[in-house]
């Protein structure tokens, strides 16, 4: 490559205050002296209630090389990552936390493979030590359940840190929907990929953002979102409980038949109705779940709503 590229750094900040110059310190150490690449930092701030933005802008002054979208409150990460990556131009993008978790240090072989010719470059955790040992578990056993649901499979333990080439970013860009789960949609859209692995460090500043419940939430955009498997399941687990019930009820009425009435049998009988109400309350949630989707989809609300962009370079 002869032309000097741009690569559009995707940030998203959510009460990151403290985050911020450690962030921007460790990405001039790593591209001070490369002439070859024109960095642009694009945070997104999603709606912050500390002073992130304030300290946003005070470092935009030293770096005119950064862009601030200002969201007007609290989208999620998935919105502010699509934000980032509308506003980006860069010939390649890379979304990247700003705690320091993925660490910056691996930006250059990332673009070294992108200009081997990949057009997607993952980065894999290879140990996931600075997660608990609950989050490790159910982040396993999601990854599990997911792939076994859905198509196109989202590859274990990588997580938004990756580089993506243009063409990569624009397809993402012509993707409608409202529910956004990005690493369903990363892997959707396919492309050359590879990937590169890393140990997850712990977070440098302030606290993890994503709560158990917020990640249970999670999970269930990412299975629904890409599979309906959950929804055709009841028809089989219908079949399951009723053919078995029909074959006994035939066996009661000959039973009947050869020895009389028999009276015993209110546990069977309580067992057989809690247990069918349960699934049959199961079977109507997961069907709530589905519809309460195409409900907010069919609203066709935007993502995010900015409202204002702090830009000095264009
Ligand atoms: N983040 C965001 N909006 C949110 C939650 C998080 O923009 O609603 C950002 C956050 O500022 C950080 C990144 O997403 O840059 C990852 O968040 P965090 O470190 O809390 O997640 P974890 O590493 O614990 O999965
Ligand atoms: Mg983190």
């Not at 979304?95 to 910056?104: F, G, S, T």
Request: glycine share 8%; hydrophobic share 40%.
């Amino acid at each position: 490559m002869t032309d000097k590229s741009t690569l559009s750094l995707v940030v998203p900040v959510f009460n990151e205050a403290d985050s911020i110059s450690p962030f921007i310190n460790k990405i001039n150490g790593v591209f001070s002296g490369r002439s070859d690449i024109h960095l642009e930092i694009v945070f997104i701030n999603d709606g912050s209630s500390d002073s992130t933005l304030e300290n946003l802008i005070q470092t935009q002054s030293d770096y005119p090389n950064i862009k601030i979208i200002d969201l007007s409150r609290n989208f999620g990460k998935e919105a502010a990552i699509t934000a980032g990556l509308e506003q980006s131009r860069g010939d390649a993008v890379v979304v990247i936390d700003v705690d320091l978790q993925d660490p910056p240090e691996l930006i250059p072989s990332m673009i070294e493979k992108w200009q081997e010719g990949y057009e997607v470059v993952l980065a894999c955790r290879t140990n996931r030590d600075s997660d608990s040992w609950l989050k490790r578990a159910s982040a396993n056993s999601f990854y599990w359940i997911h792939n076994q649901l859905s198509n196109p499979k989202i590859p274990a333990n990588v997580g938004d840190f990756r580089l993506m080439d243009r063409v990569v970013v624009e397809a993402l860009k012509q993707l409608p929907e409202t529910h956004r789960f990005m690493k369903g949609l990363f892997s959707w859209v396919g492309f050359k990929s590879t990937v590169i692995n890393y140990s997850r460090p712990k977070r440098e500043t302030g606290v993890s953002k994503f709560n158990g419940w917020k990640l249970w939430n999670f999970a269930l955009e990412g299975l629904t979102s890409f599979s309906t498997e959950p929804l055709r399941i009841w028809t089989y687990i219908g079949l399951a409980v009723s053919i078995p019930s029909f074959l006994f009820a035939v066996f009661i009425a000959i039973r009947v038949l050869i020895s009389g009435v028999d009276v015993p049998g209110y546990a069977s009988i309580m067992v057989a109705v809690t247990f069918l109400g349960g699934l049959q309350l199961i079977g109507i949630g997961v069907l709530g779940e589905y519809m309460g989707r195409t409900y907010m989809e069919s609203k066709r609300r935007p993502n995010y709503i900015i409202r204002k962009i702090f830009e000095v370079e264009n």
